[in-house]
């Protein structure tokens, strides 16, 4: 006999989501919610994948699907139930820290109207990451539950 589920974890993924260390954690990627603080600091902490590089060749993205999320969430918290509010696929990528200071940080987030061009790079960008996301998952390589990438590193 299964034991009761103690407590609800909710959480929703981005379809793409930056991060700038190689060792990514749940909470870099995620949005994580959950009554009980002491499994919600937990949670924000495990570790999801390590990005590495191969033969000099810069890893820096990597499809992810959300089973994998919720399968290292079971490792530590098996009687958790898991909810997913977000994308059932997601793609994580490095990016170099290259963070303008002060002002001009701050006049980049100042919110106005997209353009119409940048409008059209935001479907751009969304047909790429869509193809990604089909890519890896076709080719075997997305970080999923039951694969060889169960270890936490990413691999392409």
Known sequence: ????????????????????????????????????????????????????????????????????VIACIHEVYPNVEVQNEGEQDFIVTLEEQKTPGGFVHWTKVITVDPTPMEVEMRLYENDIQTTLLETYSRKEKELDVGNANRSGNSGT
Not at 11 to 39: F, Q, Y
Not at 42 to 56: A, E, I, Q, S
């Open 1 to 68: 006999m299964a034991s009761p589920v103690s407590d609800t974890i909710y959480i929703k993924a981005d379809k793409n989501t930056e991060v700038t260390k190689p060792d990514v954690t749940l909470g870099d990627v995620l949005k994580i919610e959950c009554a009980n603080p002491s499994v919600l600091s937990r949670v924000k902490t495990l570790k999801l994948l390590k990005f590495h590089h191969k033969d000099n060749k810069k890893q820096n993205r990597t499809a992810v699907s959300i089973l994998k």
